[in-house]
């Protein structure tokens, strides 16, 4: 994951989750210039239109409402 972001991803360990227990990782939204929380059972994805070009979770069930399978 961490070369797939080009390093804007970050695992967190449960005992650095302070005030986001349910966070397992940090993806860094280029888009808002901020590191935004992963959850378990997310996706990464990277988006691809111009303005979006960043690094963002997804839930599984927005992923497949969005796009179809290849």
Known sequence: ???FTENAFF???PKDR???PDATAEVFD???NAWVPVYSG???VKGVKRGTRGF???SADDLADIYDPA
């Open 56 to 58: 963002y979770p997804i």
């Open 30 to 32: 280029r888009v808002r």
């Open 42 to 44: 997310q996706w990464v």
């Open 11 to 13: 695992p967190i360990a």
């Open 1 to 3: 994951m961490i070369e």
């Open 18 to 20: 302070g005030t986001n």
